[in-house]
C-alpha cells in the first residue's frame, strides 16, 4: 500500500482533526482520497499534516515527526501564504530570500532521507477578498516572490510544479473570486475540487 502525504497550512489543514492520526479534514485532501481510493481500492493510505497558520519555517521544524518518519510514496506540499501574512498583521513574516532558503533545505533533507519519494509542489496564491483588500498590492507582489521561489525549487529539483495563481483567476472570469475563495485564501469547496483534479494527475503521473 502506498502512501500519500498532504503537507502544508490552513489550506491543506481544513479542520483535522488532530487525534485522528487518518482524518484528511474537510478540503482537497479528502476529495484526492476519494477519487484515488474509489479508481484504485485498497491501493493507497492518506495521510494530512496540514497545520492552520503554518510557515515555511514551521513545515521544516516538523520534517522528521511529519514528512519523515511517515515515510510517504508521494508527497504534496503547498506553502506559503502566511510567510507574508504573517509578516503584515504581526511582524512575523519570512523573507523571500529566506523562504527559498528553508524551501531548499527542506527538499534536500527529504531527498537525502527518502530519495524514492515523489515531491509535488503546489503555487502559493492569493486574490482580492476579506483577509486580503487591506494590503492587496502588497500581498499579490510578496506571494508572487515566494510562488517564483516554488518553482525554481522545483526546477532545480526536478519535481512537478503545480500552478494555482493563473487558473484561480481563468476561474475568476467564469464566477466571482469569492465563489472560489473564502477571504482571498481559503478555498470554497469548488476550488478545493480544482485542486484535488491537479493532484489526482500528478499523482498518476509520477507513479507511471
Do not use: C
Request: overall charge negative; glycine content about 6%.
Amino acid at each position: 500500500m502506498k502512501t500519500i502525504l498532504f503537507q502544508g497550512d490552513s489550506i491543506t489543514d481544513v479542520g483535522r482533526d488532530r487525534d485522528n492520526f487518518y482524518d484528511l479534514g474537510k478540503g482537497y485532501p479528502v476529495l484526492v482520497a476519494g477519487r484515488l481510493g474509489l479508481d484504485a481500492p485498497g491501493q493507497y493510505r492518506f495521510l494530512n499534516r496540514g497545520v492552520s497558520g503554518d510557515r515555511i519555517v514551521d513545515i521544516y521544524a516538523r520534517i522528521k515527526r511529519d514528512i519523515l518518519n511517515l515515510k510517504p510514496d508521494v508527497l504534496t506540499i503547498l506553502v506559503g501564504v502566511n510567510d507574508v501574512w504573517h509578516e503584515l498583521e504581526m511582524q512575523n513574516g519570512v523573507s523571500a530570500e529566506k523562504f527559498r532558503r528553508i524551501y531548499h533545505m527542506l527538499l534536500t533533507e527529504i531527498r537525502e532521507a527518502l530519495p524514492n519519494t515523489k515531491i509535488l509542489l503546489m503555487e502559493p496564491y492569493v486574490m482580492d477578498g476579506q483577509a486580503t483588500h487591506a494590503y492587496l498590492d502588497t500581498f499579490t507582489a510578496e506571494v508572487a516572490k515566494r510562488a517564483r521561489a516554488v518553482q525554481e525549487v522545483a526546477e532545480e529539483f526536478g519535481l512537478p510544479f503545480i500552478p494555482l495563481q493563473q487558473p484561480l483567476e481563468a476561474l475568476s472570469q467564469k464566477a466571482p473570486a469569492d465563489y472560489w475563495l473564502a477571504d482571498g485564501v481559503h478555498p470554497n469547496i469548488p476550488f478545493h475540487q480544482y485542486i484535488a483534479d491537479q493532484l489526482v494527475l500528478k499523482i498518476r503521473d509520477v507513479q507511471r
